[in-house]
């Protein structure tokens, strides 16, 4: 009995076996891939708002080294990827944001303030 039952058995592990490991395969590289192609993996960075200009639709930020782009920090204008993003602040706010080149041009992608307590994890 057991010895017939053995090599099915055997058969049945060593398939499910494969089944979970290409499952598991398939899940990470899977994630890996939305992580890399979502803008929420590019870096935050801190910035200062120095103006808003809702009707250029820019916004001039001193900001601090932003890595996904080589830049050392600096102050410049900045395009925003939506008009809205331009209501959320105004001068002298802190902010987070996230920056990358669309079209060519530099554009805020991500937005977010600071509270003055400085509860940004990247600044201590
Ligand atoms: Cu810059």
Redesign the pocket.
């Known amino acids: 009995m057991l010895l017939k039952f053995s090599p099915v058995f055997a058969l049945l592990l060593t398939l499910s076996g494969t089944a979970v490991a290409a499952a598991e395969h398939h899940g990470t590289s899977a994630g890996q891939a939305k992580l890399a192609s979502a803008e929420s993996s590019l870096p935050l960075i801190d910035g200062e708002v120095k103006k808003v200009d809702k009707d250029a639709g820019k916004l001039t930020l001193k900001?601090g080294p932003?890595t996904n782009l080589g830049?050392p920090a600096?102050t410049?204008v900045f395009r925003v990827k939506d008009a809205a993003m331009l209501e959320q602040v105004k001068n002298g706010d802190k902010i987070r944001f996230a920056a990358d080149k669309v079209g060519g041009a530099?554009t805020v992608m991500h937005l977010e303030p600071v509270d003055e307590a400085g509860k940004n994890p990247q600044v201590k």
């Open positions: 900001h932003i830049m600096m410049m530099l």
